[in-house]
């Protein structure tokens, strides 16, 4: 059977942008920027962003599109005979199972939200103590948790079902645009609001004195490192599945850094929206995680037409989720459908109750099973898997391509540059080679031993 294709060019960076954009761009990126000092946080960011995203997804996007192949049928055909480079392919679909286990459930929190604010269920009545309240009764509930998770799985999936042109790619084009559209205008909303002005010029005017202000210098590289590397999704083979859909009139050097502006784009867009928001109502924007279920619905209820303008806000991060969860279950489906030959529904059906089943530790290690703390105090079995993910699986796949496609003992750097420059558009330059093959991965290997020393030290 021919192996299907993206309709255009645009699905293909749409698609490819919509699987890196998610809650690490609009939850993660803005929490991050605001408890390690603004704007000279995020020169560091787009720096790192340029010099470790642009080559890693390049070679993730060659292999795939080399290979025609999901991530591991792609290795076993461009690996060298008798090697075994196609494990890491196995290490990556594991983590699209794991990234989805938890990912889905958060997606579930987002439609809650939604729901609650367009119904008016959480309004202008809410104290402060109310808000929270309100996210610990959700994640107290294990049955109303289970149908949220199912939802958003359940959504994911009739997507990937109805196919890869009139699903995937149509669906998700639709949800990038709506996206852009819903987060500028939420941007100029907030930026018009009385009292926004502090909390622009902490995001746009760069004080490098803040980086070292309360966690010091070395801990803000780091931290900008991490952001730049893990927000655009690297390693699990999700950009993989895309490449193997995407034609050979464009090289892929050009598109990878228009993806990346895409993200880019989104994740700042994201802090125009909440640090003049947050600075308006007396919120602090580096409160870590509970940023978008307790922080910000805070400042919603204090606003005018907060109701609409939450509804707005959450609709927005939906799309974010579900563009990654589309994604990533479009890769986990195409392993199935290379690899055994299932036809696409079978795949999708099989995994949708998989994963539905999958994510119920996620779901009730925040209530019947919350004395399970897999990393220390006060952690969760979310807090877990994302761990795995992001502090192993993501790096150390990166790490794994960065070194097949610039040593001969994998692909080879000559064979990779071949497939990245074939067709029109910017070269990847050979006088990267020294670059790529030994200053990259020392980064990348960096990046996870201080990720993961952070998390026990």
């Not at 591991?72 to 055909?77: D, E, P, T, Y």
């Not at 994604?327 to 036809?343: H, L, R, T």
Request: with cysteine; glycine share 12%; net charge positive.
């Amino acid at each position: 059977m021919a192996r299907e294709r993206l309709s255009s060019r645009l699905g293909f960076i749409l698609l490819s942008a919509g699987c890196a954009i998610g809650l690490g761009n609009v939850w993660r990126f803005p929490y991050i920027t605001g408890r390690y000092g603004g704007a000279a946080f995020v020169l560091l960011y787009l720096l790192f962003l340029v010099f470790m995203g642009v080559p890693v997804m390049i070679m993730e996007f060659a292999i795939g599109r080399a290979g025609r192949m999901n991530i591991v049928g792609a290795l076993k055909k461009l690996e060298p005979a008798g090697s075994k480079w196609h494990g890491v392919g196995y290490l990556a679909i594991a983590g699209n199972y794991l990234l989805l286990m938890y990912y889905s459930v958060i997606t579930g929190w987002l439609l809650y939200y939604f729901f609650s604010f367009i119904s008016g269920s959480l309004n202008a009545s809410f104290t402060t103590a109310d808000v929270g309240t309100y996210f610990s009764s959700l994640t107290a509930s294990p049955s109303l948790q289970i149908v949220l998770t199912a939802l958003a799985l359940l959504l994911t999936a009739g997507v990937v079902i109805i196919g890869l042109k009139n699903g995937v790619e149509k669906i998700t084009k639709v949800m990038m645009v709506v996206l852009f559209l819903l987060m500028l205008i939420l941007a100029i909303h907030s930026c018009l609001l009385p009292g926004a002005g502090e909390g622009i010029r902490f995001y746009m005017k760069p004080d490098f004195g803040n980086l070292v202000h309360e966690y010091g210098f070395s801990e803000s590289i780091f931290a900008a490192m991490g952001q730049a590397f893990f927000t655009l999704s690297l390693g699990i083979g999700a950009m993989a599945i895309f490449g193997s859909y995407f034609d050979n009139k464009r090289s892929l050097g050009g598109e990878s850094i228009r993806i990346i502006c895409l993200d880019t784009t989104v994740a700042l867009l994201s802090g125009f929206i909440i640090f003049p928001a947050c600075s308006a109502f007396g919120v602090e924007a580096g409160s870590g995680p509970s940023l978008l279920f307790i922080s910000l619905p805070n400042v919603f209820t204090q606003m005018g037409g907060g109701g609409v303008w939450g509804a707005v806000f959450f609709l927005a991060m939906i799309f974010a989720a579900l563009s990654t969860l589309i994604a990533v279950f479009e890769n986990i489906c195409a392993y199935w459908m290379d690899m055994k030959g299932w036809p696409r529904k079978k795949a999708a059906v099989i995994n949708f109750v998989l994963l539905f089943v999958l994510s119920l530790p996620a779901v009730l290690g925040y209530n019947v099973l919350s004395g399970i703390q897999p990393i220390g105090a006060g952690s969760t079995i979310l807090d877990g898997e994302d761990f795995l993910v992001s502090n192993i699986i993501l790096p150390l796949g990166s790490l794994a391509y960065v070194i097949f496609c610039t040593h001969r003992y994998g692909w080879g750097w000559d064979k990779f540059r071949a497939e990245a420059n074939l067709g029109e558009g910017l070269k990847v330059p050979s006088a990267l080679r020294i670059y790529c093959a030994w200053i990259l991965p020392i980064i990348i290997a960096v990046i996870s031993i201080n990720g993961i020393y952070g998390v026990f030290a």
